[in-house]
């Protein structure tokens, strides 16, 4: 699958790839990743996003195979790190299932796996969610427009390419991913993160994936919500960039709750 990737950093640094959430396309971590220079960085576009919407329908185990692709054809060492937030944090943690060869290191923000037993039903009614007008005002409109991109194009591009029966199709592969099989033999180190003021429920859901990986660990971030990687990209760079390098991570990270 030929995604669009914006790359950046030398050719032969360590490479990260970077997997954007499940609202906007890989633009988003402009902020991140011109903070990371020292870093090769692949931003790709994930199908049905961006300038990658040709290559939909999105569906969670197409994406991470198309990272996979990536990671071999564009990463000299077949190996790369892999940084992850909401819907590409799902993607990433499909990729360390599927095919755990390809990741060194793996940061991932605010990943939902539906732990409920009427998975189809959670799919249908986020199916029927998204496709309201209420949805869009309130986590698409109102969010993005007053807080990040008021006045940026691609966020409008993506605003436009997904909507109605496109953003239904997203929401349902999301509300519907569960835990992968084979995660337990993926032994990246795995630092999964979740805002302070994020949900309880993914507070719970970072501590069973860390747990469901040999070398996963879970930590809060404090003072911030679901869009801190967006919100805050300098320290989510810090973070980024601690944990690749197994060094100290930042004094906002702190120990999930108990």
């Not at 991140?32 to 185990?61: A, I, N, T």
């Not at 719970?204 to 919100?231: E, I, Q, Y």
Request: charge should be negative.
């Amino acid at each position: 699958m030929d995604l669009f990737v914006r790359e950046s950093g030398p050719a032969d640094a360590p490479t990260i790839v970077f997997l954007h959430g499940g609202l906007l396309s890989g633009w988003t971590w402009d902020p991140v990743v011109e903070r990371l220079p020292h870093y090769h960085c692949l931003v790709p576009d994930l199908p049905q996003y961006g300038k990658s919407f040709q290559q939909g329908p999105f569906e969670m185990g197409r994406a991470a195979a198309a990272i996979g692709e990536l990671i071999r054809t564009r990463v000299g060492t077949g190996r790369a790190h892999v940084v992850g937030y909401s819907l590409g944090a799902q993607v990433a943690v499909q990729l360390l299932a599927t095919e755990p060869g390809l990741v060194d290191r793996a940061v991932l923000g605010s990943t939902f796996v539906n732990t409920l037993p009427a998975v189809q039903l959670t799919r249908r009614l986020a199916g029927l969610l998204a496709r309201t007008a209420w949805f869009r005002w309130a986590v698409i409109d109102r969010f993005w427009d007053e807080r990040h991109a008021a006045q940026n194009d691609d966020y409008h591009d993506d605003s436009r390419l997904n909507s109605g029966a496109q953003l239904a199709h997203i929401s349902v592969a999301s509300a519907g991913f569960t835990l992968p099989e084979r995660l337990d033999k993926s032994y990246a180190p795995t630092l999964f993160l979740t805002g302070d003021e994020e949900l309880r429920l993914i507070h719970r859901l970072a501590a069973v994936l860390a747990k469901s990986m040999p070398n996963g660990v879970d930590k809060v971030v404090v003072g911030m919500g679901h869009d801190w990687p967006l919100a805050n990209p300098d320290l989510f760079s810090r973070t980024v960039d601690a944990w690749l390098s197994g060094t100290d991570l930042p004094a906002e990270i702190g120990l999930p709750a108990s």
